[in-house]
């Protein structure tokens, strides 16, 4: 998981420094790129809502179209739940693309968008331990999802070629897993699929730059 | 002197010397003629009713003989005495029909005539319950080829000549076996209710059959849940019948599954349990607890009892059971006569078995014995039935009173006529502490048969031969039921009672043990610490029982998992591995 997170990273970062290569070739046009940070909260209430963080690049389309490569990254806390476990994380990582309508008056810019992504998701588990006192180990594992995602935005113009913008966006996705349990003393051990409703609504803010 | 001080005194002395004479040991014979008659040989005891239609059990026999000779108090001193439900000068009877080999089990009808699916076995089912009819009975309920009811005393064997009738006997009767949970601490399932569930948190519903649920009403949101589903199989119909048994099991298990749903069902006989097991299965229970057990059967895995597990397991049930209570009270050996005198030698020249029983235990147990021997024939799973006794043998009871011994009373049961190697008699109640005997003769018999024989006695060591091997109750011996054997709750150790494998076919039982000495409420058996408590596999029954139910309410694993998880966490006790002892050992739910 840790690797496949690294590498989409490395995505998002060659997209952006392709990104700064192709502007320098296309007239009228030009790339932006974006950093941010903000907050997710989760439909399922066994995640706590989290801090994130973020890059994006957005190219025009045409003069009020545009599309958006989105990358986040966030770690929610679980809490105790009625799935026995006390504690653990779900890391998620959304790369997100988007295609955006601009409504630009003057230095702002609305913007709606919706668009899909692909979801990167690890799940630790750190609360089983009455469980495992018991002689009962658990595991649990989620997978990676494709997921669908709508919202809006605005943008302010700072200067020239800086702008302030916040963004949000909620997302529809289930993410499927595994759970295994198993008896130690015996090794007889029970598993089957799990579904949680991430469905993750992101408030997001931050500076854009042309490039 | 006063004279009035006179007369005080002479009426003081002679009140003296009347109670001295009370008190005081005697010279004169314990007068014994209530209850037993003087036995020089056996023939001078052959009676008329010896003579009946042998299709119906001895001691019906015996109640019609003196129903006829004595009058109908008489009949319903004896009836009382030997536990006979008699009412209005009908006695409580099951009648088997003779099963054809195109005999289809597709059965119960419980209020009308069974469906069999042979117009053959349904006209003589409709013959018998007409001819019951006929002659003043009721058919109160049926299942496969029997019918439960009652029948007028004076006409057992008029029923009885009808040639579709195999047997009348009295019902075969469940009993109970003898009675917060220090097993909730001792097996650890506190530490697992603590728990938050895993991946499942769904309510588990547990059927308790029992005998009775008094004041189970008066527990409800305190040692039970808040409410509970009875229903009553029983000719009374009552749930609360006096009985604190079930009630008190219900208490292990809320203690045990806090979470669990609980249903009672009140039996007594086969033909209840039948009832009671679809009924439990039309609830959709997940686990049946069944502290109940009889002498009845061959203890190989056969039997009604079995049949309806392997139905109960069909629809997803799990049956636990307690092992029985009668590892003290058993013994077991083959026929042997070196003399050839037709009585069984139990060691060496010794043809009398004795045991001793209080006057309070034969007050409050009754005397009884249960001879049974390795002759049942063959179980046939579609008619429910076996093909029978070859070899016919007899039981007598004597007393010893003033160094003499006295014959008490026999069973007689004339087979192959009578088709099941079975002997039983009861209840005899004495006012002095002494000792009482058995005997067995060799009536009619070409082979020297296996004996199993349980003398309930409820002292331990007071039998003068005893075998704690394969001293199991039935349905313990069933392949398709957890049969629990007993454990003390403080101080872990083996409970003499506890009755042992293994099972008639050498399979090993119980499967488990658990704990019993238990404290309950003051509604039911009160609490250990002051002196009283739960003892008995009745005990030990529901606490595997909750332990199922608590792991399958918090935990994904399907029960015969969670039966397999406990088994491997048992901690094992006696000899290293599973025995028939202990089972796998004592229940824990922890790892260790």
New interface residues.
Partial sequence: MKKTMVFSLFLVVMFAVSGLWAGENLQGKSFRLGIGAGYATFSDDQFDGSVLVGLKITYPLANALRVELAGAYTSSKITANVDGYSGGKLKVMPIQLSLQYCFTAGNLNPYIGAGCGYYLNDLSLDGLTGWENMGFEITEEVKNKFGFHFGGGIEFKLKSNLIFFIDVRYCVVKIPGTYTITDTVTGIEQSGDIEKDLNPLMFGAGISIGL | MNRKIKYFLIGLFTVAVAVAFMVLPGTAKTDVSGIVKKLDNKSAYEASYKEGNAKVEFVLRKLMNIYHNDGEEAAIRFATRNRLELENGRIAVEVEIKSTASYNTSRFNHTGMPSTGDEGMEQAMMMVKNRVEQLGGIVEKTYNHYFQGKADIGTLDRLAELPEISVVRSPVRFFTQAIISEGVADT?AG??Q??????N?TPVKVCIIDGGFQNYSQLLGTELPSSVTVQSFTASGKVENGQVHGTAVAEIIHDMAPDAELYFAVISTTADLVEAVDWAISQKVDLISFSMGNYWGPLDGTGITNSLAVEAKAAGITWVCSAGNSGAEHWSGTFNDPDGNGWHNFSGSDEMFEFYVTAEESHYYGVSTILKWNDWGTWNESTWDYSGATQDYDLFLYILVDGEWYLVDSSENRQPGYKYPYEGIGYYEFDEDTFWGVKIFKKNATQNVKFDMYIPTFTYGTLEYSTPEGSLTSPADSPNIISVGAIDAIQNTYHYYSSQGPTADGRIKPDICAPSGVSCSDYTYGSRSQGYGFYGTSASCPHMTGAIALLKS?????TN?IV??L???AIDMGVAGADSKYGRGRLN????
Avoid: C, V, W
Wanted: charged content about 30%; proline content about 4%; overall charge positive.
């Fill in positions: 650890k530490s697992i603590s728990l938050t569930a895993y991946r948190n918090k935990t994904p694993f399907t998992e397999q998880i088994y491997g966490r739910m922890a790892k260790d």
